[in-house]
């Protein structure tokens, strides 16, 4: 079993739809990150999060510890959100990636 | 202010070869950590480096290394080159360890033939 697990691999929305992405965790992990890479492979980094909820413009960010759960949401979704996301989880001694979901938003 | 850049931005080596590769971190940031990215892996995280000391590190084989100078700029290197090498290596500059916001370069590109 990963570590770090997310769903949907892939999700294909509707411009103005709320989006949700999942991210799931192994014990061991002290902080979430979550990455957006968009095509060309350039990566941002999102949010960096160890409790509660973080918001920046349209996305937010969520993080459960007991549940070892974390979400990422995005409102109104644009077609320039499609993007690959990607959850981190912050171990001891290293990060772990989940293998991240696909996401198209269609005009 | 400028971001993190790495150099070069492609690479073709060719099987048993070595390489090197290049990342220099924001202004005033300490702390540099390396990953690869291949479409059958996802993103994996190499090392990081803090302080010109190695802090952290993944589950890679020794051919993989790298170092970090005063000025903080950082260097990877992989020796005998493998075809499964080939990879997008990304590295990501932050102002502290691991705990903060990462800034992320672009990428090297490595193509191993």
Redo the contacts between chains.
Sequence with gaps: KNEVEQSPQNLTAQEGEFITINCSYSVGISALHWLQQHPGGGIVSLFMLSSGKKKHGRLIATINIQEKHSSLHITASHPRDSAVYICGGQGAQKLVFGQGTRLTINP | KAGVTQTPRYLIKTRGQQVTLSCSPISGHRSV?WYQ?TPGQ????LF?YFSETQR????FPGRFSGRQFSNSRSEMNVSTLELGDSA?Y?C?SSAEL???????G??T?LTVV
Excluded at chain 2, 56 to 59: Q, R
Excluded at chain 2, 98 to 104: A, I, L, Q
């Design positions: 950590s990215q996802g993103l994996q995280f990081e952290n590190k993944g589950n997008l990304l990501a691991s705990n903060y916001g990462y800034t992320f672009s990428g590109r």
